[in-house]
């Protein structure tokens, strides 16, 4: 299993409308792509310098070809999506993660 995990940090300002739209839009409409099994977001617990609220949304998919095909086909629009509702409210960085074993 691959995770596809996408770190943010919000600003204050925006932080609200973030947590709903990602909640009731965005990561419904990348689980709707039919790339992803499952979707978690989590709050990191930790106070960044610059300020600002940092989450982590780990979507978990079966293979690095089919988050390829991610990138590809879905993640273009849900990126310039992004940058419209929040632009410079947000800063964003993404992970590519194997999971070796759960215990």
């Given at each position: 299993?691959?995770?596809?995990?996408v770190?943010?940090?919000?600003?204050?300002?925006?932080?609200?409308?973030?947590?709903?739209?990602?909640?009731e839009k965005?990561?419904p409409?990348?689980?709707?792509?039919?790339?992803?099994?499952s979707?978690?977001?989590?709050r990191?617990?930790?106070?960044?310098?610059?300020?600002?609220?940092?989450y982590s949304?780990?979507?978990?998919?079966?293979?690095k070809?089919?988050?390829?095909?991610f990138?590809i086909?879905?993640?273009?629009?849900?990126?310039?999506?992004?940058l419209?509702?929040?632009?410079?409210?947000?800063?964003s960085?993404?992970?590519e993660?194997?999971?070796?074993?759960e215990h």
């Amino acid at each position: 299993m691959i995770i596809y995990n996408v770190t943010t940090n919000i600003h204050e300002s925006v932080h609200d409308q973030w947590l709903k739209w990602m909640q009731e839009k965005h990561i419904p409409e990348i689980l709707a792509t039919q790339k992803f099994s499952s979707a978690r977001i989590v709050r990191v617990l930790i106070e960044e310098e610059m300020g600002g609220i940092t989450y982590s949304v780990q979507y978990n998919t079966d293979s690095k070809e089919t988050l390829e095909k991610f990138y590809i086909e879905d993640e273009p629009a849900f990126h310039r999506e992004a940058l419209g509702l929040f632009a410079d409210k947000m800063l964003s960085f993404r992970t590519e993660l194997e999971v070796i074993s759960e215990h």
